[in-house]
């Protein structure tokens, strides 16, 4: 017997729902509350959310080819000045280490989990990872996502690129 | 090559002193080191004061109330290596001729943050999504283990170790000793970090005269001399980096040894940033006091515990003296001189010759840590 479909409102539509001045409370996996006072961080929001993944954005170095996120103005491999193109970054990465905190400042909830990630293009990206330490490994495929990663000073959820662990 | 003579150390004990100013702690610290050398207040020419969160002009706030404003005061802030930092312009300043006696101070007062971790700078970007100092280690040690084998028995040994020597110092933060089961069953804080593998947080003052080999004799002090005095800072990578091992440490003592013309197998003792355990076994390998992957061994061993052949931390190290921040740098170098004159009591490294200080500073995202000091010293 397979169960309805279940309704799914992605960052796109939710995205979408914001601009349009709705109040949103969205009760996901994360069990936070979204609604129209929530922050981005960067604020730049250098990401795009695609139907199935987020893509961040990098940049890259025509000089050198090295890539860097977020992206640089200048290249801190090869000291080049300009010449440093918009990547998109690969949704899914490699786990190369991570922690379970148990004691943070202000405005992050405890426990939370923190990791490594490695993209294919040779950057290494610092991120939350949903879930606890338990369920995740070393070398284990991790996708981009986003959610909320901490609330503000005045209480206001604050959004960001993090990663889910993959099977 | 030697830069220049120590001639007088002198430190408070670590710990915390809510009800004293950061600026009597740095008074009693450098008072010490100035009655140790024989020097007078007219006989200081420059001074040099590390701190990290002492806030502005820290130097000129201690040195006032001893009536030695007037001449050149620089502070210097380098995160957890402020102190080390500050004795190397020291050291140069003396081998460049421009003073001949110089008062170094490390000086902090941490209970006034409030307790909790470290308060790092919120324009970094993994600061705003929840890295914090334990994390920093603790991710590092998952990885280090995950290459090498190594077991969370292994880091509770290191802090056992710490203990094992901070209770022979009269001057640590914590004097009492403990069981691998203690740290393993003390409350998590970043995984596989527990409690007692990380440092506490507390206030202290370190102070050392830096002096001409010349001024020294005059002193009749005991000096001993710095051999070598290297500063290095982590190199950025937006890519891929090897976290099971330091490559600033490595680079950073690669020069000093150099220095100083030796090799890790002549260093008698070392002091060593221990901000965690997971950090020590790191540092035995890049330190060269033994081969990669190898750390575990040398901790299962004793080598670098009472009576080991490569004693590590004789003072309780990070964990055990304490770490007031700014403050550590130049605590590892009173360390230093008391066992390289044979003044250490119970810890006593016998026959100490030759000393290395190792002290890093920072989190700072995609660096290896923002600086890394190494000191060799001589007797």
Redesign the interface.
Known sequence: MSSAPRPVLSFVNFNRLRSSGATIILIAKSQVAVNDDTEYFPASRPWTEEADSVRLHGSKCALCGSVAFPPHPSCPACGAESGQDAVQLSPVGTLYTFSEIHIAPKGFATPYVVGYVDLPEGVRLFGQIEGRAGDLRLEQPVAVTLGPVRSDTSGRMVVSYKFRGLP | MTLATIAGVGMTKFGKQADRTIEEIGREALLRAMKDAGVARDGIDEAFCGSSYGGPLIGQRILRDLGMTGIPITNVENACSSGAAALREACWAVKAGRADAIAVLGVEKLTRLGG??L?LEPTD??V?????M??VY???A??YM?ETGATPRHLAMIAVKSHEYGARNPNAQFQNRITVDDVMRS???????TLYMCCPTGDGAAAVIVTSEKRARELGAKPVRVEASVLQSGL??????D?ASSELTERTSRLAYEAAGIGPQDVSLAEVHDAFASAELIYYEALGFCGKGEGAAMIERGESGPGGRQPVNPSGGLACRGHPVGATGVAQIVEAIWQLRGEAGERQVPDAKVALTHCTGGGI??LDHGACAVHVLTS
């Open positions: 909790g971790t308060p970007i993994e705003n999504l929840g890295n914090v334990p994390a603790a991710m590092r998952r990885r995950h409350r998590m804080v970043a995984d596989p970090l950025y990578k937006t890519g891929f980096r976290m995202s995609g």
